[in-house]
């Protein structure tokens, strides 16, 4: 008889295909889908998850420090995944245009892939959100209209992209947005959380993410070893951390009495405070790095099963959700983490065939929908 191991192992190995990218790309986004279904575990399952990090509202109190460790370790995971939105964009551009794809169709299906992304979060996403009577911008919505602007933007040079992007980073807490329609300002900047127009994920600033992202990607296809160099950005990243959170003064959404303390390491991430977005870039370049050297020389076993998850983000994103949504709708109860934790792994267990299966199909037989989802 075959262990649950080895049979997820075996799953794996089906899509062990070679492709264009290097592993590390798709070890990297597994990894973020991982970790994302764990936060998504615990939003339906955690009787204990703090609230959300609203920078206009209070903090959150975790409820003890493995809560706080479970919201904290994925603080990186959703500016990440804005970032390798863009860092993809780089990489499949180029490569689409080497295969002799003209320049303006290489745009074209950029920006049908963001009204994909858009629509799907409005017409499959957005029903349950439907059913309660309201619509949401949130994540796919936000990654659409960033790949969208960067399929407008990418002939730009990199310099001037990367200092655009840093400066709306840097100086979004500034923005003053009350003046604008609720649905504007629900789209540009101001998390709305309540009525039948909301957000979480405004286009500024987490497009300005995914912009950083494009010009990092671009960089990497000429770089024969990155990691030394995403190293000392990561260093730099944390150093910017330190200086911002220690001064405790512009950027800063929470206050905090003391460094040894949970709350120096509460940030506000709707939308998110400087803290938050330079220790994310630290957290993303260092997390790359370690990747490309552990996968230079090929894809270890642990990583197989992550990269199933990587190499079709989008189909796991849509699906998982609705595993728990049903889930949670069947049970109708929360429980403690050590539960979540559990439900956690099974759905990660049951998700590994149909991510397998769905890459498979777009490898074999790709059609219009495999090109876009």
Request: hydrophobic residues 60%; proline residues 6%.
């Amino acid at each position: 008889m075959h262990s649950p191991s080895s049979a997820i192992l075996a799953q794996a190995s089906a899509i062990d295909a070679p492709i264009a990218r290097q592993g590390y790309v798709d070890a990297f986004r597994g990894l973020l889908i991982a970790h994302m279904a764990l936060d998504h575990a615990s939003l339906m399952f955690n009787a204990g998850r703090a609230g959300e990090e609203l920078a206009a509202a209070a903090a959150p109190v975790p409820g003890d420090l493995l809560q706080f460790l479970t919201r904290f370790t994925g603080v990186p995971v959703a500016p990440a995944f804005f970032f390798m939105a863009g860092f993809m964009v780089a990489l499949t551009s180029a490569a689409r245009e080497q295969r002799g794809l003209p320049h303006a169709e290489v745009t074209r299906r950029l920006i049908l892939r963001g009204l994909v992304l858009i629509a799907v979060d409005a017409l499959v996403m957005g029903l349950p959100r439907a059913a309660m009577g309201f619509y949401s911008f949130v994540v796919l919505s936000s990654i659409g209209a960033a790949i969208i602007i960067l399929a407008l933007v990418r002939d730009a040079p990199g310099k001037l992209l990367l200092a655009a992007a840093i400066a709306v980073l840097a100086l979004h807490p500034l923005l003053e947005v009350s003046a604008l329609p609720l649905p504007l300002r629900a789209v540009l900047y101001e998390p709305v959380r309540s009525g039948a127009f909301r957000s979480l994920y405004p286009v500024i600033p987490w497009a300005a993410i995914a912009v950083v992202g494009f010009v990092a990607g671009r960089d990497a296809l000429h770089r024969l070893q990155p990691a030394r160099f995403w190293l000392g950005l990561a260093g730099v990243c944390l150093a910017l951390f330190l200086a911002i959170r220690l001064a405790a003064g512009y950027g800063n959404a929470y206050a905090y009495t003391k460094v040894a303390s949970l709350a120096f390491w509460n940030f506000a991430k709707y939308p998110p405070d400087l803290p938050f977005l330079a220790w994310s870039f630290a957290a993303i370049f260092a997390g790359l790095a370690v990747l490309w050297w552990v996968t230079r020389s090929g894809l270890p076993v642990w990583l197989r099963p992550f990269v199933v998850f990587g190499r079709v983000p989008f189909f796991f994103y849509v699906v998982h959700f609705y595993v728990l949504g049903l889930a949670a709708a069947v049970v109708h109860t929360k429980w403690g983490l050590a539960q979540t934790y559990l439900i956690w792994l099974l759905l990660l267990a049951l998700m590994l065939w149909p991510c397998a299966w769905y890459y498979r199909k777009k490898r074999d037989r790709p059609n219009w929908v495999t090109r876009y989802v």
